[in-house]
C-alpha cells in the first residue's frame, strides 16, 4: 500500500456545555477538586486529548452501525479510518490506521478570556452524589471546562492508492456530526459535553509526486 496524499484537516471546536476529562492526581486535598480534568502542564490550561477526541469520533459511528465492541472486520470504512480492533479470526488482515488526531488546545481569543473570567481556565461545579438506599446524599466537588471556549482541532487523514477518498471524507465528516449530537468525556448524560465542530481548511499534501521527484526510480 503505498502512501498518495496527505490531508491536513483543521477545524474550530465550540464547546456547549461544560466538559470533563479526567486527568490524575497525585495527591488527595481535603476540600479539593474531586478528580481534577486534565491540563497541559507547563501552561496549566485545559485541553482535550487526541485520544479522547479519536475514541469519542470511532465510538459513536461504531453505535451506530450497531456494533457492541470496536470493529475488527479490517475492510470497513470505519477499520479504515481508525485501524482494525485485533481479532483472531482477522489477524491474517493488515489494515493501517489513517487517521491522527492530535490534541486539541485553546484558541487564543478563549486563553484571553479565561484569563479575565477564570484565572484557572476552569469553572467550578458543586454535585450531590445520592446514596438510593440509605437516602443520604455526598458533596462532591468537580471542575470543567465551561461553555463557550473553543478549541482547535487538527487531524491528519492519509490516503493510500486504491483508496476512496471522498468516501472516507463522507465517513469522517458523518462522525464529527453524530459527535455533536453525542458528547465528549465525561457524564454525558447529565448534560456534560456537548459541543459543535466549525469547519476550518483543510491543506493537502501530494505525497506521490513530491517523493517522484526526490527519490528518482532506478
Known amino acids: 500500500m503505498r502512501l498518495v496524499k496527505i490531508l491536513n484537516i483543521k477545524k474550530i471546536m465550540k464547546v456547549k456545555t461544560g466538559i470533563r476529562i479526567v486527568g490524575s492526581d497525585e495527591e488527595i ?27 469519542s469520533l470511532r465510538s459513536i459511528l ?49 486563553k484571553k478570556i479565561l484569563n479575565e473570567v477564570l484565572p484557572f481556565g476552569t469553572e467550578i461545579k458543586k454535585e450531590n452524589t445520592i446514596d438510593r438506599v440509605k437516602g443520604t446524599a455526598k458533596p462532591r466537588t468537580f471542575d470543567r471546562i465551561p461553555k463557550g ?33 453525542n458528547y465528549i468525556g465525561s457524564s454525558g448524560s447529565r448534560g456534560y459535553g456537548q459541543v459543535e465542530f466549525v469547519d476550518g481548511e483543510i491543506k493537502e499534501f501530494d505525497v506521490k509526486k513530491e517523493v517522484d521527484e526526490v527519490i528518482k526510480e532506478q
Open 29 to 55: 486535598r481535603i476540600g479539593g477538586i474531586d478528580n481534577s480534568i486534565i491540563k497541559d502542564p507547563l501552561t496549566g490550561y485545559p485541553y482535550i486529548p487526541g485520544s479522547s477526541l479519536k475514541g
Open 62 to 110: 461504531e453505535i451506530s452501525k450497531g456494533k457492541t465492541e470496536p470493529c475488527s472486520c479490517g475492510v470497513c470504512p470505519i477499520c479504515k479510518i481508525f485501524g482494525k480492533a485485533n481479532n483472531k479470526e482477522t489477524e491474517d488482515l493488515r489494515e493501517h490506521t489513517r487517521i491522527i488526531v492530535r490534541d486539541a488546545f485553546l484558541t487564543e481569543n478563549s
Open 149 to 181: 471556549v473553543e478549541f482547535e482541532v487538527n487531524i491528519v487523514l492519509k490516503i493510500f492508492e486504491g483508496d476512496d477518498e471522498k468516501e472516507l471524507m463522507k465517513v469522517l465528516d458523518l462522525a464529527f456530526k453524530l459527535v455533536e449530537f
